[in-house]
């Protein structure tokens, strides 16, 4: 079952900050996270683990709730080059293989 | 490190024929995953694999099969294609339990 991304879009604009959301109601191991560009590849944004640990960008910052099953990705001071569509993409279990659900994607738009 | 490349970035296929795409993920990744991206069902796990075994599949008919060679790289292949499967298929690959890198991937078109 894919998790459930909120809200489904967004516009904002430049210096404004933005929160997505994804739910899963599966019990993870982790939650990636990436941004996808009209014509392009999905780009790796952020993955967070079960036990806290955390890899990504600088500037992107995101948090994982265990007890809830849910990750939020935060976009602050939102720049031009932030729109795009993020996927949350979940796994269910460590060393299961490298197989991830996807969410069904948050537009996002930045206005200048 | 290079990145993940995909051959051919673009094809153009008729009902019946079959496909295959190749994939070369970056230096040192073991994993290689397939997804299919379409408008309607949005990015969907096809199948992996690790060290030439297929390790995990998706909820894809048998018509959506793979491989793995011994450098890593990998192959999909569709067969008797119909119109519902042009898409963008996307390949990944992954080093370790951490982030996974997605190629540019090839662009379906079944008419």
């Known amino acids: 079952q894919q998790p459930v991304q909120s809200p489904q879009a967004v516009i904002l604009r430049e210096g404004e900050d933005a929160v997505i959301n994804c739910s899963s109601s599966k019990a993870l191991y982790s939650v990636h996270w990436y941004r996808q560009k009209h014509g392009e590849a999905p780009v790796f944004l952020m993955i967070?683990?079960?036990?806290?640990e955390q890899k990504g960008h600088e500037k992107i910052s995101a948090s994982f709730n265990e007890k809830k099953q849910q990750s939020s990705l935060y976009l602050t001071a939102s720049q031009l080059s932030y729109s795009g569509t993020y996927f949350c993409?979940?796994?269910?279990?460590?060393?299961?293989?490298?197989?991830?659900?996807f969410g069904g994607g948050t537009r996002l738009m930045v206005k200048p | 490190k290079a990145g993940v490349t995909q051959t051919p970035r673009y094809l153009i296929k008729t009902r019946g024929q079959q496909v295959t795409l190749s994939c070369s993920p970056i230096?040192?990744?073991?994993?290689v995953s397939w997804y299919q991206q379409t408008p309607g069902q949005g990015l969907q796990f096809l199948f992996e694999?690790?060290?030439?075994?297929?390790?995990n599949k998706g909820n894809f008919p048998g018509r959506f099969s793979g491989r793995q060679f011994s450098n890593s790289r990998s192959e999909m292949n569709v067969s008797t294609l119909e119109l519902g499967d042009s898409a963008l298929y996307l390949c990944?690959?992954?080093?370790?339990?951490?982030?996974?890198?997605f190629g540019p991937g090839t662009r379906l078109t079944v008419t």
């Open positions: 694999y690790f060290s030439e075994t297929q390790r």
């Open positions: 967070l683990l079960k036990g806290g």
């Open positions: 230096s040192g990744h073991r994993s």
């Open positions: 990944a690959s992954r080093e370790t339990t951490y982030e996974q890198y």
């Open positions: 993409g979940t796994e269910k279990a460590y060393n299961a293989g490298n197989m991830l659900t």
